[in-house]
Nanobody, 125 residues
Framework: QVQLVESGGGSVQAGGSLRLSCTAS????????MGWFRQAPGKEREFVAS????????YYASFVKSRFTISRDNAKNMVFLQMNDLRPEDTAIYYC??????????????????RGQGTQVTVSW
């Protein structure tokens, strides 16, 4: 049973934008902080952004540099990642995930709970 489904990835030119979406089952989403992480070919998974259950606290990786914005819609069990000014180094598979313990979102570690299958983001010059 699929618990988390990401969408919105694609191929864009440098400087372009994409908005990723993640739809979760209520059991996975309700009451939990959520986050995004990514994995580029040949590289380790890395944290991108996290958001508290109430949506009031967000944390970002240093490489985001105000280019990305995480948000959520608790009524729809969805979390989003708006990505602007994309760069070739942002090319990766992007995953959303659940934080079982909301305190983890301040650590900028990847979500330790349920995760989706990912959506590919490719940025070229």
């Amino acid at each position: 049973q699929v618990q988390l489904v990401e969408s919105g990835g694609g191929s864009v030119q440098a400087g372009g934008s994409l908005r990723l979406s993640c739809t979760a089952s209520q059991r996975i989403f309700d009451g939990f902080a959520m986050g995004w992480f990514r994995q580029a070919p040949g590289k380790e998974r890395e944290f991108v952004a996290s958001i508290s259950w109430d949506g009031n606290k967000m944390y970002y990786a240093s490489f985001v540099k105000s280019r990305f914005t995480i948000s959520r819609d608790n009524a729809k069990n969805m979390v989003f990642l708006q990505m602007n000014d994309l760069r070739p180094e942002d090319t990766a598979i992007y995953y959303c995930g659940q934080y079982r313990d909301e305190r983890w979102i301040t650590t900028r570690r990847i979500p330790q709970g349920s995760r989706g299958q990912g959506t590919q983001v490719t940025v070229s010059w």
